[in-house]
């Protein structure tokens, strides 16, 4: 079991963040379209009385949550247990929230590299990488401060 | 923490995305693109002409670090922002790319780094600079600071699987990060995962060399040596997940005890509940750490079997009975954490993870039938939940625990919980969870519940007005189903299938299911009747479906005369004309068919047939003009010629032949397998199909024998393997590092069941970690000789000048050659060093002789042994005895083997009448053979013995008899 991608789109889908550990199927122009039509999914969901899983192709479901104007997406095997990565999105959530201050979606936008940064100790490989947000916030303020 | 903001920051970066976000319409932030593109292509394309004529640009670049580094990430930004469709626009910025990645400046390093993840998964990438991104990994992966071997192993974490030719290049580097003890952690745990994505990509590197694959795996299960260390673990487990289920399975089953004690201390130390707030790596707000678990959980559910499954596999029963104990502890925690009440939503996803992958995995472990109840008791009490997710994968858990764990868990559920479920079906809103409810109550179904599920599913589908297409359409499929395999009268089914064909219209596609329906009714008499009167019925009342409406064309049609008496052919013609214009052209062609049928029972009607047919020569539709044309010359041939064609043409229906029900090809969408739907079919008692339980890793029958002939036994094996044959206890083998001792014993009420205590102790200087031991029979599956049981493993770790006990027991059900005994691996680390010890274990049809010396029988006397011979040699002849001469290198032949074979628990006959021969006798125990008497006669002559054995079951037990002997002789 393993994610295969995180994105990360706002409210109109526009693409914030994108981590694909497994080429999606097809061209890079079809990229586009799966990114489209993940967006379409999502949006189109009830957020109140549906759950934050949907099968989206016949390899791959989608494990979401919405942070105020975010959606936060990891695309994962069928086969996968789906809650442990709902407990992922929010790991990363907290710890984007601590190193910022009350996350935005502006601080994403203007800090994309940093966004990155965190996502990189969090999750590498299509794993979880490290577990503890105390850890994680010592070393990317570290790795900030490192010219 | 706030963003440190002023060090890192790029200024031009920033207005740059401050002018996109600006920007109101799309064309001018289009604009604003192409003018950056075009300042970008100017920058970096002047500074490529005065750099080197290759592209590689000279260190007196006018261009600095932090422009490039600026421009890179604009690059980046605008690659994100335009939803990655612009991938060709920035192709052209990789050399500065590759440039930027040269740096020594760690902030500019990062974002060449971090661009190229973004871009690497593109074929025009990799082609481009492939081999400038493999030689500056190559230079970054040797540098001697943390920081750039990080972004190193970071970048191969991230694009591992997008180019083979990294896995080629890189692999071995990455290995020694991972390996070496002096890697700091943050490394160690890094290189894990990027040595995991390039095994992903290409496996070849482990499977393709056998000794570079035991090494390195064993290298990487030493990792999880400090069981304490769960932050190196978190990156460990994923890496031997990918090594159990794809790579070597076999190599990965010895660590399943201490895959067991990370969690069972993972779990305990997450319920402590001592009041204070104690945050370690193991737990997560005072619940053990979810990651830890769900990993470990699904290596073991991938390394154990089902109970159910075929000999060979890995089952509970091959698990030793401390650890089993330990693992079904954990689950019966786990219910404990999951039906605690929660501080929080996040909590309580927490919990439910645990819960649910510990429940999912418990089947493995041959649950008692209470504990089977108290999971389903646990999961039902979510059912509540005012969280959709929770429903949801409570529903999912469920469906596993009924068709795994089976008719436990179902009559569970059965008796106690299908009201809660109804409710479920008829409140719940999120159509995700109505599935899971639909096909757990299908899995549910038996012949004792059926009437009130398909009801609560009819109810469910002419009540519910949102439901989606394809819901009604597989549940209309499901009840048409369980309908046909359970119903127990006959009136019942056909009252069901066709309420269900009448609510039809256009929701779901009802083809199969009619169809279904009329070749039950053609193949059961009994029906006819009945359904042709209750289809009157249904095609009296206005606006019935097409569906019903096909069936009645199809069997009224068929069996008119069943209702004649009630309804005259011209009652029933003039049905089908009212019918006819409300429907499709396939059901109008079907109504044709049956107008010809009505034509045939009662001439009669014969002009408005006629008249009817003429009309719809006039038809658009193809089919239908043709087939009214063809009808009418058949009618015009019978008139003119007198000859009774119709009876020819319109045959009564034979009766379905086929046995396989068309249903079920559609079932095989409803996320269900259809593998053993067939059997279902066949088999009353199994009502469920099974979703697939956890997959687990596969293992061919025949790969056991191959697995056992392909062990490398260690140089030496032999003293301690021959030594076993003749004393109960001693030195097994001895390294510089370890020493291993063994103490044999059989109780006497079972001496088939031979007990192993191996005693490991540490005799060097250094701690012994690792210790992981494996047990390879020669075969577990189709009827073995012997079944080997681990009853406790030895600790992992060693301290200087300690031990360790690791205990065993082989049941011999049969004498089996000798050669055939089991095999011990043992491997370990120490002082650097890795170490496998590879033996074999005694399991000869000797050690079963249980002596009657120790119970203080006077033993055999000469003349009772020439009896017995004679007896045994008049019952059986030369089938109950064996012969065989062994060349022997002793001082004193004759002391030397008489020695020996007491050793082995033989009594000897005490004599002094015939010169050098020794008469020897002992009872072998088997399981199946059960005991079994055996006479030895042992001339002993200068370097040679001649042995001549007899046995009551035969010359094989006594070959194989001889053979111990020998072995233990020489």
Request: charged share 20%; with cysteine; net charge neutral.
């Amino acid at each position: 079991m393993s994610i295969k991608f995180v994105i990360c789109l706002n409210k109109q889908g526009v693409l914030r963040l994108i981590r694909v550990f497994e080429p999606f199927p097809g061209d890079a122009a079809s990229n586009q379209s799966t990114i489209a039509q993940i967006y379409k999914l999502i949006s189109s969901r009830d957020h109140k009385h549906q759950s934050n899983f949907v099968e989206f192709s016949d390899s791959t479901k989608l494990v979401y949550r919405r942070y105020a104007g975010l959606y936060f997406v990891l695309g994962v095997e069928l086969q996968d247990e789906e809650l442990i990565y709902l407990s992922h999105i929010h790991l990363f959530v907290e710890v984007l929230d601590a190193f910022f201050g009350n996350v935005c979606e502006l601080d994403i936008v203007f800090n994309f590299h940093k966004a990155y940064m965190i996502l990189d100790e969090l999750i590498i490989g299509g794993e979880i990488q490290e577990t503890s947000k105390d850890v994680i916030l010592e070393r990317i303020s570290y790795l900030d401060r490192l010219n | 923490m706030v963003a440190n903001s002023s060090h890192n920051s790029m200024k031009g970066l920033q207005l740059f995305i401050a002018d996109l976000r600006g920007s109101l319409h799309a064309e001018d932030r289009e604009k604003r693109i192409m003018s950056e593109m075009v300042s970008i292509r100017k920058q970096f394309g002047a500074n490529n002409n005065t750099g080197n004529i290759n592209g590689h640009s000279s260190s007196t670049a006018s261009l600095s670090g932090y422009q490039r580094k600026k421009y890179i990430a604009k690059l980046a930004y605008i690659f994100i922002v335009t939803n990655t469709t612009r991938i060709s626009d920035v192709m052209f910025g990789l050399d500065q790319c590759c440039e930027l990645m040269a740096s020594v400046v760690y902030s500019e390093k990062f974002i060449a780094y971090m661009t190229l993840e973004l871009l690497y998964n593109n074929p025009s990438v990799i082609q481009q600079i492939g081999d400038r991104v493999v030689q500056q990994l190559k230079i970054d992966l040797a540098s001697t600071s943390d920081n750039m071997v990080s972004l190193a192993l970071n970048f191969l974490g991230v694009t591992g699987k997008c180019d083979s030719n990294l896995t080629r290049e890189l692999i071995h580097e990455v290995f020694q990060v991972l390996r070496s003890p002096t890697s700091a952690q943050i490394l160690k745990k890094k290189s894990a995962l990027a040595f995991l994505a390039l095994l992903r990509n290409d496996s070849s590197i482990l499977t393709q060399d056998a000794r570079r694959k035991q090494l390195w795996i064993q290298r990487i299960m030493s990792l999880l040596d400090d069981t304490t260390n769960y932050r190196l673990m978190i990156s460990v487990l994923p890496l031997i997940e990918y090594i159990a289920r794809e790579v070597d399975g076999q190599a990965c089953v010895k660590i399943i005890p201490q895959l067991s004690d990370i969690l069972f201390n993972c779990i305990s130390a997450g319920i402590k509940d001592d009041g204070t707030d104690h945050y370690d790596d193991s737990n997560y707000n005072n619940i053990p750490n979810p990651w830890i678990v769900t990993k470990v959980i699904s290596i073991l559910n991938i390394l154990i079997s089902s109970p159910s499954s075929s000999a060979g596999e890995i089952t509970f029963s091959n698990i030793d009975q401390g650890t089993l104990g330990k693992l079904r502890t954990c689950v019966t925690k786990a219910i404990e954490i999951g039906t605690r009440p929660a501080v929080d939503v996040l909590m309580r996803t927490v919990q439910n993870t645990i819960l649910f992958s510990l429940i999912n995995f418990a089947s493995k472990l041959d649950p008692s039938a209470d504990a089977i109840v108290s999971s389903v008791n646990a999961l039902c009490s979510l059912l509540t939940s005012s969280e959709t997710n929770t429903r949801y994968l409570t529903l999912d858990c469920l469906i596993k625990l009924c068709s795994v764990s089976g008719k436990n868990a179902r009559d569970e559920v059965r008796t106690h919980h299908m009201d809660q479920l109804f409710h479920l079906l008829l409140m719940e809103r999120d159509t995700s969870i109505v599935r899971k409810v639909v096909d757990l109550l299908y899995a549910l179904t038996d012949a004792s519940n059926v009437q009130s599920i398909v009801n609560a599913l009819l109810k469910y589908m002419t009540d519910s007005k949102q439901t989606h297409h394809h819901i009604r359409s597989d549940i209309a499929v499901k009840v048409a189903f369980l309908t046909e395999n359970f119903a127990t009268d006959s009136r019942w089914y056909v009252g069901v299938l066709l309420n269900l064909l009448s609510f039809s219209n256009a929701s779901f596609n009802s083809n199969d299911i009619w169809q279904r329906l009329c070749q039950i009714v053609v193949n059961n008499e009994s029906l006819h009747q009945l359904t042709c009167e209750y289809l009157l019925d249904y095609l009296a009342k206005p606006n019935i479906s097409e569906a019903i409406v096909k069936a009645g064309a199809f069997l009224l049609g068929e069996y008119v005369e069943l209702v004649i008496t009630q309804t005259s052919c011209g009652e029933l013609f003039n049905l089908f004309t009212e019918k006819y214009f409300s429907v499709s052209n396939l059901c109008r062609a079907m109504i044709l068919t049956t107008m010809m049928k009505l034509y045939k029972r009662d001439s009669q009607i014969g002009s408005a047939v006629i008249k009817f047919f003429q009309l719809e020569l006039n038809s658009l539709d193809v089919e239908l003009q043709t087939r009214s044309y063809e009808y009418l010359k058949i009618i015009q041939l019978e008139k003119v010629s007198g000859a009774r064609l119709m009876d020819v043409l319109f045959q009564p229906m034979v009766p379905f032949t086929g046995k396989r029900n068309p249903l079920l090809n559609r079932l095989g969408s409803a996320a269900l397998s259809t593998s053993n739907l067939t059997s279902t079919l066949s088999n009353e008692n199994s009502s469920s199909t099974a979703p697939t339980p956890p997959p687990t890793r596969k293992v061919k029958q025949s790969s056991q024998n191959v697995l056992y002939e392909n062990q490398r036994l260690s140089t030496d094996w032999k003293d301690g393997f021959r030594r076993m044959l003749k004393h109960k206890q001693g030195v097994f083998y001895s390294t510089p590092f370890l020493k291993i001792f063994y103490r044999l014993s059989v109780s006497p009420s079972h001496p088939e069941l031979l007990e192993v205590a191996l005693t490991y102790v540490n005799i060097s200087d250094w701690p012994i970690t690792s210790l992981l031991t494996e047990l390879i029979s020669y075969k577990t599956d189709n009827d073995p000789s012997y079944i080997v049981n681990v009853i406790n493993v030895p600790t992992t770790s060693i301290s200087v000048g300690e031990r360790a006990t690791h205990k065993l027991e082989i049941l011999t059900r049969r004498g089996s050659p000798i050669d055939q005994s089991p095999i011990l691996n043992v491997n370990f680390k120490c002082g650097g060093n890795v170490s496998s010890v590879s033996l074999k274990i005694t399991a000869a049809i000797t050690s079963t002789i249980y002596s009657a010396r120790s119970e203080e029988k006077s033993g055999v006397s000469l003349s009772q042994f020439v009896q017995r011979w004679r007896a045994l040699g008049d019952a059986l002849g030369k089938d109950g005895e064996f012969h065989r001469t062994a060349v022997i290198v002793a001082q004193d032949t004759l002391s030397h083997i008489k020695s020996s074979i007491d050793k082995m628990s033989f009594d000897i006959v005490e004599q002094t009448t015939v010169e050098n021969t020794i008469f020897a006798a002992g009872i072998v125990h088997t399981k199946i053979g059960g005991s079994s008497g055996c006479l030895m006669k042992l001339r002993c002559l200068e370097n040679e013995v001649d042995l001549t054995c007899k046995t009551t079951q035969g010359s094989y037990l006594a070959e194989l008899i001889i053979q111990c002997v020998c072995e233990a002789t020489i």
